[in-house]
């Protein structure tokens, strides 16, 4: 590692002060610039919320936050980066859900889930089941029924092995007692383009991407993998409402650091957060995204991800899915 100038030079000021520099540099982070590692490539809903909100840290902890995407291997790169990253508190993680899988779909990781320090939840992004408006099937119970009838059960787009969207389809098929298939694509505008041709049967997504084709009458909505039903489209029922109170899934994000991160850092950049989300501005800039705000403590955070590793582990093994 290089030693600048700088860096030597306030070093030395922090010896003189009479105070522990390990203490003291707590106390004045952030001193110099932030990366916030964002696990996906730029413009999608991570990538785009992460932005807002380095931008708003900057302002109002008067450093510089900068996004570095560093997409690829189902989240696993990013995470990597960060779990080996000097805990200082200038290499922050916007994780994302498939962290709690990763072990489950991929077996031994180059990372422990100990390098890393949950520090607040930011945002979820609720997973809507669309169909074709032109599809045979018009309702839950009809689309079940429909995947009943063949031979082959169901089809259902997905933007990969292991995604909430390939989870929550996963314990759909499971709970409605159907055959089903799981079909990957890049993205969701292949998986849109399968789903207008009848070539996929439904598909689970964030809503602001199928919104359009949800306006223009192309999609039908049937529900929402939610406990309650989302204000971004409330007249979507949930399906728990419909008969599956099992299928709760959503994508998440929220902030970690490295394990040896100090308290003190956690403790201010949690402060940060919760106060960065609660500004009506900045929750209706995540609205339009199709976010929704969800805050709390590190430590809340740190029970939501074990609660969500240890329950699609259990899905995970009993569907024998492995990660690509």
């Known amino acids: 590692m290089t030693v600048t100038r700088r860096t030597l030079l306030g070093t030395l000021a922090l010896a003189l002060s009479g105070l522990p520099v390990s203490a003291r540099a707590e106390d004045?982070?952030?001193?110099?610039?932030?990366?916030?590692?964002?696990?996906?490539?730029?413009?999608?809903?991570?990538?785009?919320?992460?932005?807002?909100?380095?931008?708003?840290?900057?302002?109002?902890?008067?450093?510089?936050?900068?996004?570095?995407?560093?997409?690829?291997?189902?989240?696993?790169?990013?995470?990597?980066l960060v779990a080996h990253a000097p805990g200082d508190g200038y290499t922050i993680l916007y994780v994302a859900a498939p962290y709690a899988t990763a072990e489950a779909l991929f077996g031994k990781l180059t990372y422990d889930r100990k390098d890393l320090r949950p520090v607040a939840m930011a945002v979820i992004a609720p997973l809507f089941l669309i169909i074709s408006a032109e599809a045979p099937f018009k309702t839950l119970p009809d689309l079940i029924a429909y995947g009943k009838s063949k031979p082959d059960g169901l089809t259902f787009a997905s933007p990969g092995a292991g995604s909430q969207p390939h989870l929550a389809g996963e314990l759909l098929f499971r709970d409605a007692g159907v055959k089903g298939l799981n079909i990957p694509f890049r993205g969701d505008a292949a998986s849109y383009t399968e789903l207008l041709a009848g070539r996929v049967d439904a598909t689970l997504t964030a809503l602001?991407?199928?919104?359009?084709?949800?306006?223009?009458?192309?999609?039908?909505?049937?529900?929402?993998?939610?406990?309650?039903?989302?204000?971004?489209?409330?007249?979507?029922?949930?399906?728990?409402?419909?008969?599956f109170p099992n299928v709760i899934a959503a994508g998440w994000f929220g902030f970690m650091a490295p394990a040896t991160t100090p308290q003190p850092i956690v403790d201010k950049l949690q402060t940060e957060v919760s106060r960065v989300l609660a500004d009506p501005?900045?929750?209706?800039?995540?609205?339009?995204?199709?976010?929704?705000?969800?805050?709390?403590?590190?430590?809340?955070?740190?029970?939501?991800?074990?609660?969500?590793?240890?329950?699609?582990?259990?899905?995970?093994?009993?569907?024998?899915?492995?990660?690509?």
């Open 28 to 80: 004045v982070w952030p001193s110099h610039m932030v990366r916030l590692i964002s696990p996906y490539g730029p413009g999608g809903s991570n990538d785009i919320s992460l932005r807002l909100l380095a931008e708003e840290f900057g302002r109002s902890l008067h450093q510089q936050f900068i996004v570095e995407n560093k997409p690829g291997a189902g989240t696993r790169i990013a995470n990597d």
């Open 208 to 243: 602001p991407t199928a919104l359009p084709y949800i306006q223009s009458g192309k999609f039908a909505v049937l529900g929402v993998a939610s406990s309650e039903r989302s204000p971004l489209y409330p007249q979507a029922p949930t399906l728990r409402e419909q008969g």
């Open 281 to 324: 501005a900045v929750k209706d800039k995540l609205t339009a995204q199709g976010l929704e705000v969800r805050t709390g403590t590190a430590a809340e955070f740190g029970q939501f991800i074990d609660s969500e590793t240890q329950r699609w582990a259990g899905l995970i093994r009993e569907a024998g899915l492995k990660g690509e």
